[in-house]
């Protein structure tokens, strides 16, 4: 919290002068101010009131692109000579962005920012997997943000038009893991999770080595080295784990769904074991078993092999940068279900690409959210309104804890 408002007072030295942050967002292409949530853990979208200001007849052209840290994340905002603003924002944690979006400033001024395409084919070439392409994801957003602004209509009108009303969202948790938990203690977990007062119909819990086990869970592999990021499992770890999803089901019940976040970690013949004894309890998805997070590569082989070796739906994709990159596991039917993410793909339209290609091989989407920011998951439900019928649901860490952190980081800052 203390370093939130360190990082709040930090922005708004920066720059100088207060301005409500939210209440000129809210505004946007991007249609912040326009959401709402349900009861069933759902994003309404609406049909519009963009307030923008008309299009001129003169080129519209980039002026200048700002970044400031606030709440943690990087908040990026792009300027136009005819006073329209773009908004966008790079997943939580990641304060470092804030160089690597400025880097690319002398690509963008002068720049027709409603040419999305034509400006991203300069600086594209210029990210990589993640964290490496959030910058260029956080610009791209923006760029559709002053884009529906300058048209007067929300963004999803300019990648397509909805095709749904209500965009739904699944709820990950990232409760730390006690050294002292067992498996029984998930029952209550469930229980807990499914009282959830936001309905959500789809929750995401990390296990395995996502979830710590690997270095809070004695003997759960065979590994020796010391970051237990990696390593071959024992039966003890296998029984443990599946022990665990029984007890979370147990108390969750079958009306909801449940994905795990699992790796990346395991060895391929491990994570085959695993998905096959988890067969019985009808999971949403396993994540992330080989690589994922944070690992510049796919090995769609591997996950090919895993894949048709069990009914266990897989899932990857979260660092994953640019279509290109997704071709080889949607061709081969490597997963069941792709992750990518908005912020780290190379943004949204990108992700609308890669949610059709997949659609049309028969593969379902799930994309990776941001972890708490308001803007992020305002370009999530603008996209998600737009997305084919195997769209699932996109990733929301914590409606109440981000709303919470956005009013409290957003009312005074200005980027
Ligand atoms: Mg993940």
Redesign the pocket.
């Known amino acids: 919290m203390k370093s939130h408002l360190k990082n709040e007072k930090e922005a708004i030295d920066d720059h100088g002068g207060r301005r409500d942050f939210l209440k000129k967002a809210s505004i946007g292409g991007l249609g912040i101010g326009m959401l709402g949530v349900n009861n069933s853990s759902e994003i309404i979208i609406g049909e519009g009131n963009v307030q923008s200001k008309p299009a001129a007849s003169a080129k519209i052209k980039i002026t200048d692109i700002r970044c400031a840290i606030i709440a943690n994340s990087a908040v990026v905002r792009i300027t136009t000579d005819q006073g329209i603003t773009g908004y966008a924002q790079g997943e939580t944690s990641k304060p470092y962005l804030k160089p690597f979006v400025l880097f690319y400033k002398d690509y963008l001024i002068g720049e027709d920012p409603t040419n999305v395409e034509r400006v991203m084919m300069k600086i594209r070439r210029l990210g990589s997997f993640k964290p490496w392409g959030s910058a260029v994801s956080a610009i791209e957003i923006a760029l559709w943000d002053i884009a529906g602004k300058a048209a007067g209509l929300p963004v999803y009108k300019l990648l397509g038009g909805k095709i749904r009303d209500k965009v739904r969202c699944y709820n990950t948790n990232y409760s730390s893991r006690k050294a002292d938990t067992v498996p029984k203690d998930y029952i209550e977990f469930g229980v807990n999770l499914k009282a959830s007062k936001y309905g959500f119909t789809i929750f995401k819990v990390a296990v395995g080595f996502?979830g710590g086990m690997s270095r809070t869970v004695p003997n759960f592999t065979y590994g020796n080295t010391d970051s237990r990021f990696r390593g071959p499992l024992t039966e003890y770890g296998l029984k443990y784990m599946v022990d665990c999803v029984a007890a979370m089901k147990e108390g969750l019940g079958d009306s909801i769904g449940l994905a795990l976040?699992m790796g990346p970690g395991f060895m391929l013949s491990d994570a085959i074991r695993v998905a096959n004894a988890l067969e019985p309890f009808n999971l949403m998805w396993l994540?992330?078993m080989l690589t994922?997070?944070y690992t510049p590569y796919v090995m769609a082989d591997d996950y090919c092999e895993l894949t048709r070796s069990t009914t266990t739906p897989t899932h990857t994709g979260?660092q994953i940068y640019l279509r290109q990159n997704f071709r080889e596991l949607i061709d081969r039917h490597a997963v069941r279900i792709l992750g990518p993410d908005p912020e780290d793909v190379g943004g949204i339209a990108e992700l609308k690409w890669i949610g059709e290609y997949a659609d049309i091989h028969g593969l379902q989407i799930a994309p990776?959210g941001i972890f708490s920011g308001v803007i992020g998951n305002a370009a999530q439900a603008q996209v998600g309104a737009t997305m084919p019928e195997n769209y699932i649901a996109f990733e929301c860490s914590s409606i109440e804890q981000g709303i919470a952190r956005i009013e409290m980081h957003t009312n005074n800052c200005n980027i």
């Open positions: 996502h976040d994540e992330d994922g997070d979260e990776h």
